[in-house]
């Protein structure tokens, strides 16, 4: 099992930049892709970023590529969101996420996520 704590997250203003943490603990990390999610009040849960197991592969949203990077420490057991350029409709809960299965490169879909943390608050105001 694998359990997620997110953190980095507060209050910026537009054009700032923000490096959010995804801290995780269990012995087997290294072995799961990781997602990154945002959510803000009344709209489905949507991906931002993805990074694979190994961490070669990494993939964005649309509305974040160019100014969001996604990277892995299996050292240190944690993920990072770097966001810059960062625009108020940024603004949202961001979680990360593990899949139910092991060795894989991450996935768009919040569904196919087993692991969830509890989220951290990105406010970007104008």
């Known amino acids: ?6 953190s980095g997250g507060g209050l910026v203003q537009a054009g700032g930049s923000l490096r959010l943490s995804c801290a995780a603990s269990g012995r087997t990390f290294s072995s799961y892709a990781i997602g990154w999610f945002r959510q803000t009040p009344g ?9 694979s197991w190994g961490g070669s592969s ?20 944690t993920v990072y969101l770097q966001m810059s350029s960062l ?13 139910r299965s092991k060795y894989t490169g991450g996935s768009y879909y919040t569904n196919e996520y087993e692991y969830w943390g509890q989220g951290t608050q990105v406010t970007v105001s104008s």
């Open 1 to 6: 099992q694998v359990q997620l704590v997110e």
């Open 43 to 51: 709209k489905e849960r949507e991906f931002v970023a993805l990074i």
């Open 58 to 77: 990494t993939d964005y949203a649309d509305s974040v590529k160019g100014r969001f990077i996604i990277s892995r420490d299996n050292a240190k057991n």
């Open 87 to 99: 625009k108020p409709a940024d603004t949202a809960v961001y979680y990360c996420a593990a899949p």
